[in-house]
Nanobody, 120 residues
Framework: QVQLVESGGDLVQAGGSLRLSCAAS????????MGWYRQAPGNQRELVAI???????NYADSVKGRFTISRDNAKNTVYLQMNSLKPEDSAVYYC??????????????WGQGTQVTVSS
């Protein structure tokens, strides 16, 4: 059974930093795209950052220059380094991964979410 397990969410003051991690476990052939999304109360889930297998990245305009996404393919893990955090960054952060099965089919997986709260 494939699982995405996130960690690193916390309460932090504005201007502070956090590092989120998400590890994929289970049996699969490979991982394609990985990314982070977030959802604040009353808002729709939105893209934060994604990273492809070749390391190319894409960020939401609101986090460019402050957040960095990276991945360790050997550990099946994706990271989100968040610096200069603002209260408006507060949300539940979800890890997403597109996994390739042994039969070469693609499936979209989500983590359970980790809470990030930034106090002013």
């Amino acid at each position: 059974q494939v699982q995405l397990v996130e960690s690193g969410g916390d309460l932090v003051q504005a201007g502070g930093s956090l590092r989120l991690s998400c590890a994929a476990s289970g049996s699969f052939f490979s991982i394609n795209r990985m990314g982070w999304y977030r959802q604040a109360p009353g808002n729709q889930r939105e893209l934060v950052a994604i990273i492809s297998t070749d390391g190319s990245t894409n960020y939401a305009d609101s986090v460019k220059g402050r957040f960095t996404i990276s991945r360790d393919n050997a550990k099946n893990t994706v990271y989100l380094q968040m610096n200069s955090l603002k209260p408006e960054d507060s949300a539940v952060y979800y890890c997403n991964a597109v996994l390739i099965t042994w039969s070469r089919r693609q499936y979209d997986y989500w983590g359970q979410g980790t809470q990030v709260t930034v106090s002013s």
